[in-house]
Structure formats: structure tokens, C-alpha cells
């Protein structure tokens, strides 16, 4: 562990510069949780643009239970690929031999990464659905807000829930690097290690987040968009993420090292 201020200038910079890098590495890991994910991105967007009929609620529970279900699968499918970027992050063209292979280690780090969503989504609604219920107050109150705007002020709430989650739990971040090259890292050393670099860390780790924010705001379907439409927003949305994603992960890779100096092992201990 360290007492010094993580750079994040530096370490973004490096973070993109990872793409170029290890581009044909890039290709190889990610292509098939690309596929997973347009499939998840076709299926919820199918869905989204389907009227729930409060008559068919079990039928309506087991469809949105089944795009919950794909969601998940395509986030799995993610994580043998963000492993071994990690790791070839990490170190470098010592590890050439970056593989999409799912082990116990990437289950561990599945495990995580869905409790940490929960965790993060858990935070989020409560936000979402103060300012929900407080602009029904308002309206009640007899001030012309129309569904519109509280349908965007909804938005706005779950996206700051998000925004104060993630800020809440980047004390965390640093568990998934560890759980890639098998350092066993609790959450107390996690804590010990981001410590005074908490804000530093999570604009960091955020930077990335931007473009893919306003990817999914600008793929975007409506809802009477036809299939081919969906399937054209899907892939595109999908292979823009995709890197984006990658320098997410490059930007954990990084801070990791910045802030738990790894020992002269790591690499035996990786393999």
C-alpha cells in the first residue's frame, strides 16, 4: 500500500493508450462478450417497446425475469475478458498470452461485480423514487409539472443515486484488480490502499464512463422502432461500448498499481 496521490491525468492518458497498445489482444478477448451483449441489447429493446398488460402479470414478470436472466449472462461473458485485460494491464508483454478462459478466479470475480451492481442499483432506486413521489407532491400541490418532466426528473434522480453510489463504493474498486492476478485483497486493505485518494479515484474511474453515456443516450431507440432499426442501434451502441469498457477496466488496472505496488511474484502468482 501507498500514501501517494494517485496521478489521474497520467493514468487516464495510459488508459487509452492501452486500446492502441494491445489492439489485436482487444479483438481477441472481447469479440464474443460483444455478441453476448447485442444479444442482451436486442432482446431489452424488443421488450422495451412492448406494452405490460396488468391482466398478463405473470406472463410480464417471467419475460422482464428473462431479460434480468440475459443481462446477467452478458455480463459474465464480460468478465473472462476484463480478467485478462487486467492482467495485461498489469504486466505487460509478460502476460502475451492473454486468453478468454473462464476458471474459478473469474467466477470469484463474477460473484463480485453482480453483488457490487446490486449494491450499486439498491442505492440508486430509493433516490430515483424520493424525487418521483416529490414531484407527485408538487403536481398535488397544484404546480404545472406535466409526466414529462417528472419522467425526466426520475431520470435525473436515478442517475445522481448512481453518480453517489459509485462515489460511496469506490473504496471497492480496487478488489477487482486483485481478484485478476489471484492477490487475495479484502475489503479492509481495499480501504487501507484508496485512502485520501477516494475523489481521485472515482473522477478516474468516471472519465471513461462519459462516452458511454451519452452512447446509450445517442443509440437510443424509440418505441416504435422497427427490428431492423433495433438491431442497427444494438450493434453499433454495443461496438462503441466495447472500448470504452476496455479503458474502465485499464483505469482499475492502473490505479491498482499505483496504489498496491505489486510484489516481485505477481506475474507467477497470476498464472
Known amino acids: 500500500m501507498t500514501d501517494a496521490k ?33 444479444a442482451a441489447e436486442i432482446t431489452s429493446r424488443l421488450v422495451s417497446t412492448r406494452q405490460l398488460d396488468p391482466i398478463e402479470i405473470p406472463w410480464d414478470a417471467a419475460v422482464l425475469g428473462g ?12 468478465v473472462p475478458a476484463a480478467t ?18 473462464l476458471t474459478a478466479r473469474e467466477l470469484r470475480y463474477a460473484l463480485y461485480l453482480l453483488i457490487y451492481c446490486a449494491i450499486v442499483i439498491a442505492a440508486a432506486i430509493p433516490c430515483g423514487f424520493a424525487v418521483f413521489w416529490g414531484a407527485l407532491g408538487l403536481v398535488a400541490l397544484g404546480l404545472p409539472i406535466g409526466f414529462a418532466d417528472v419522467e425526466s426528473l426520475l431520470a435525473g434522480a436515478v ?3 448512481m453518480a453517489v453510489a459509485l462515489f460511496a463504493t469506490v473504496r471497492l474498486f480496487l478488489l477487482f484488480p486483485g481478484i485478476a492476478i489471484g ?8 480501504g487501507q490502499a484508496s485512502r485520501g485518494n477516494q475523489l481521485r479515484l472515482f473522477i478516474a474511474s468516471v472519465i471513461p464512463m462519459v462516452p458511454v453515456s451519452l452512447i446509450r443516450l445517442l443509440t437510443e431507440t424509440p418505441a416504435d422502432a422497427g427490428v431492423p432499426v433495433i438491431l442497427a442501434a444494438s450493434v453499433a451502441a454495443t461496438v462503441l461500448l466495447i472500448p470504452f469498457l476496455a479503458v474502465s477496466v485499464s483505469v482499475l488496472s492502473l ?16 498464472a
Do not use: K, N
Open 6 to 38: 494517485l496521478p489521474i491525468r497520467p493514468i487516464v492518458m495510459a488508459a487509452f493508450h492501452s486500446l492502441a497498445e494491445h489492439f489485436p489482444a482487444l479483438l481477441r478477448l472481447f469479440w464474443f462478450p460483444a455478441v453476448a451483449m447485442v
Open 67 to 78: 431479460i434480468a436472466v440475459v443481462m446477467t449472462l452478458a455480463t459474465v461473458a464480460v
Open 84 to 101: 485478462s485485460w487486467h492482467r495485461l494491464v498489469l504486466f505487460g508483454r509478460q502476460q502475451e498470452e492473454a486468453r478468454y478462459r
Open 159 to 161: 442517475a445522481a443515486g
Open 183 to 190: 492477490r487475495r485483497i479484502g475489503l479492509r486493505q481495499a
Open 255 to 270: 490505479s491498482y498499481r499505483a496504489l498496491c505496488p505489486l510484489p516481485p511474484d505477481a506475474l507467477a502468482q497470476a
